[in-house]
């Protein structure tokens, strides 16, 4: 039996620097936190390096675009079949299985020492239209002889399958698919069941969007992972897609990865992008960078967050200008294969400025004055645990002529660049959801951190 072709080599990985990123596309320049080594290591590697993947997803027309398969092969560790192993294309006629185009896909991540999670097997979208028509009595076989065929043509090659996706509604309730009407609740854990019977090893998960904060459809997901591990129902995952807005990112992001952790299932964020208004501006290429950021920070947080998934990389390939018209230019690379201020704060959230795992609590910045040559911010910190924390250190990397001459409610610690502030002990316990704040005056420009991160007890990144 083939099995995915084991993790490439790392590299090392080094501290932050500062530089200035040259926006193409006639936008001017912002400054931007990046890595150092930003040119040599990898997102993959970068990831690779905290236990995790980083990965994209791909669809086959694209795959003859030289430019954008030599990013593809080489800059992640981790690759999803962005169509190609839909309903649609694999079973079109009922009883007649065509793996073809997935193979190439398939075929060619392997060729690159790339995962491939395989993407989906129920799903009420991209579903042929024969399958509306199976009487109600049959379709539960139906759908069993499906995920049993594909999953078994596919065994050892893939890490994941999302075997249901978006079965859910915004208010919770489950959405009126086919398979809902037909089959009734049950369908999903019996779509898990049959993929379990037919490959034990690749892992099994529920995906869906919006559900990346908490809200009544997360809950919903919620309340069915945990019934269905009470009742031995075998799912490995969640898959939170993440299709997200610039400056909407949920801020219960973490606490949400940590709850479902915490039920004893994997997460991955499995289709992100960050979409903003067209036209793109400076402005917005900085807001959509620090929000990669913390998306990237919220799942290095929790150390069942097992990876992150670009719904492909460029926007030259992007979905989503066809289905938001008036937005787009949601990747972290540009049409022309640019890499934008995102692809250096994922970079630099990826490197030593994550978190610990398992950080169990948040730090969010919120600058308070400013004037001619420094500053002064607030930083919040809370509690996002299930559990009463002990003792907190918050961490951040300073930009290129920033320091840090004051710090109030906690205490500084400083080394170069990299700046711990801890707290005070009279504010080091925070009940579950409880929170606190420190303040700093600081010299320089009022730059907001990208990497800012937050570890309860003793954490172990300290300043060397
Ligand atoms: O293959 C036909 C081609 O023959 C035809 O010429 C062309 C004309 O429009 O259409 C092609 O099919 C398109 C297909 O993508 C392949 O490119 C469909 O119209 C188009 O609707 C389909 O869109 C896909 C979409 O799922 C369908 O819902 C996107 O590429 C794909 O990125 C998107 O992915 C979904 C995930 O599976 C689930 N989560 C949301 C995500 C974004 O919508």
């Known amino acids: 039996m083939f099995r995915h072709p084991p993790p490439r080599g790392r590299r090392t990985v080094g501290l932050l ?25 990898t997102l993959g590697e ?141 369908y999903i854990a019996e779509a898990f069941k049959a993929a379990r019977a037919a490959d034990p090893d690749a892992k099994l998960y529920y995906n869906d969007y919006n559900i990346e904060g908490i809200g009544p459809k997360s809950d919903a997901v919620y309340e069915m992972v945990k019934s269905f591990k009470a009742q031995g129902v075998p799912i490995d995952g969640v898959g939170m897609q993440a299709h997200l807005i610039a400056g909407q990112v949920p801020a219960s992001l973490r606490q949400n990865i940590r709850r479902f952790a915490d039920l004893g299932v994997d997460v991955a964020l499995t289709e992100l992008d960050i979409r903003m208004t067209l036209p793109r501006t400076a402005a917005k290429d900085a807001r959509q960078a620090t929000d990669y950021g913390a998306v990237v920070e919220a799942c290095l947080a929790v150390s069942r967050c097992v990876g992150i998934t670009l719904w492909d990389y460029t926007d030259k390939y992007s979905w989503v200008p066809s289905v938001f018209p008036g937005q787009g230019a949601a990747l972290p690379w540009d049409e022309n294969f640019a890499k934008k201020p995102a692809y250096h704060a994922i970079a630099a959230a990826l490197d030593d400025g994550s978190p610990t795992p398992g950080g169990n609590c948040t730090a969010t910045h919120r600058v308070t004055s400013r004037w001619q040559g420094g500053f002064t911010a607030e930083v919040t910190v809370e509690n996002d645990h299930t559990a009463p924390i002990t003792g907190w250190a918050v961490t951040w990397t300073l930009s290129d002529g920033q320091s840090v001459d004051h710090v109030w409610n906690g205490a500084l610690t ?8 801890r707290d005070a002990g009279y504010n080091g316990t925070l009940g579950v959801g409880g929170s606190t704040t420190f303040g700093f005056r600081g010299q320089g420009a009022a730059d907001v951190p990208t990497d800012m991160a937050c570890a309860s007890g003793q954490p172990s990144r300290t300043p060397a």
């Not at 192993?85 to 020492?113: H, I």
């Not at 539960?140 to 996706?165: P, Q």
């Not at 400083?414 to 502030?421: K, L, M, S, Y």
């Open 46 to 186: 970068l990831a690779e390096a905290k236990g995790r993947y980083f990965g994209s997803a791909t669809d086959n027309p694209e795959l003859s675009d030289t430019r954008y398969t030599r990013i593809l092969g080489s800059e992640f560790g981790q690759i999803t079949v962005g169509n190609t192993m839909k309903w649609q294309y694999t079973e079109p006629s009922r009883g007649r299985f065509d793996y073809t185009a997935a193979e190439e896909v398939v075929d060619l991540a392997e060729s690159n020492g790339q995962s491939v999670r395989g993407h989906t097997l129920v799903w009420h979208n991209q579903l042929p239209s024969w399958v509306d028509d199976v009487p109600a009595g049959e379709l539960l076989g139906v759908m069993r002889n499906h995920i049993t065929h594909e999953v078994d043509h596919f065994e050892g090659r893939l890490i994941h399958w999302d075997v249901v996706n978006e079965a859910f509604e915004e208010d919770g309730s489950r959405r009126r698919s086919v398979f809902q009407q037909k089959i009734g609740d049950s």
């Open 17 to 41: 620097a500062t530089a200035l990123v040259t926006l193409s596309a006639g936008l001017t320049a912002v400054a931007s936190t990046h890595p150092a080594h930003a040119d040599t290591a």
């Open 414 to 421: 400083a080394d170069g660049q990299n700046v711990t502030v």
